[in-house]
């Protein structure tokens, strides 16, 4: 199944510019991830924020959360060619808080393209 | 940090014949692990939820038969395609949690195992 959507599906920004991808979800939460995915490999955790936190900050990274719009953003700044990839929000369900065992569930992502 | 490492990264296979992949959690105990399929261009499905010790969790519309999960270890999952077909060529991963990873510090994902059935 799929928690939600991205939006952008694809967006193409010169190196320097900020990209803002854009999710939204269905269900309630207990956190939201963000993972980058560069083309045929494995994925890469970036950075997971809280249900109750709103923004958080993570080097050129920066993620906001409005529960009350099942929805979050990832910003990059000062983008660079090597941030080309795809984007995908994530988002956990279950109801096992001792630990990594609940089910992640993904966005439709945002393949994110940084001319040099 | 934690690794978790997928082999193999790619393999061609004759339709009709089965597959196996593994997934390793290589400095930690995965009591869970979860694979995923991906198809070009498109998100990550999660197809089941691999249990150490017991029978894995398949999501809805994922054949059990075709897509036989084994979680005998705390550091070993493996996915085999049974009896592969053109259609089931797609990018399978895994990720491992449990153990001391907690969820909310994020998951561990393999390389990925590109299978193509011809």
């Known amino acids: 199944s799929q928690q939600g959507e991205e939006d952008p599906q694809a967006l193409s920004i010169q190196e320097g510019e900020n990209a803002t991808m854009n999710c939204s979800y269905k269900t309630s939460i207990n956190n939201l991830q963000w993972y980058r995915q560069n083309s045929g490999r494995g994925l890469v955790h970036l950075i997971l924020?809280?249900?109750?936190?709103r923004e958080k900050h993570s080097g050129r990274l920066r993620v906001t959360l409005d529960t009350s719009k099942k929805s979050s953003s990832l910003l990059i700044t000062a983008s660079r060619a090597a941030d080309t990839a795809s984007y995908f929000c994530a988002t956990v369900e279950g109801l096992n808080y001792g630990g990594a065992t609940n089910k992640l569930i993904f966005g439709t992502g945002t393949l994110l393209a940084v001319q040099p | 940090g934690a690794v978790v490492s997928q082999h193999p990264s790619w393999v061609i296979c004759k339709s009709g014949t089965s597959v196996k992949i593994e997934c390793r959690s290589l400095?930690?105990?995965?009591?869970?692990m979860f694979w995923y399929r991906q198809f070009p261009k498109q998100s990550l499905m999660l197809m089941a939820t691999s249990n150490e010790g017991s029978k894995a969790t398949y999501e809805q519309g994922v054949e059990k038969d075709k897509f036989l999960i084994n979680h005998a270890s705390l550091t070993l999952s493996t996915l085999t395609v049974t009896s592969a077909h053109p259609e089931d060529s797609s990018f399978y991963i895994c990720s491992a949690g449990g153990g001391f990873l907690r969820f909310d510090y994020g998951y561990t994902f393999g390389s990925g195992t590109r299978l193509t059935v011809v």
């Open positions: 400095d930690f105990q995965a009591t869970t």
């Open positions: 924020i809280r249900s109750n936190e």
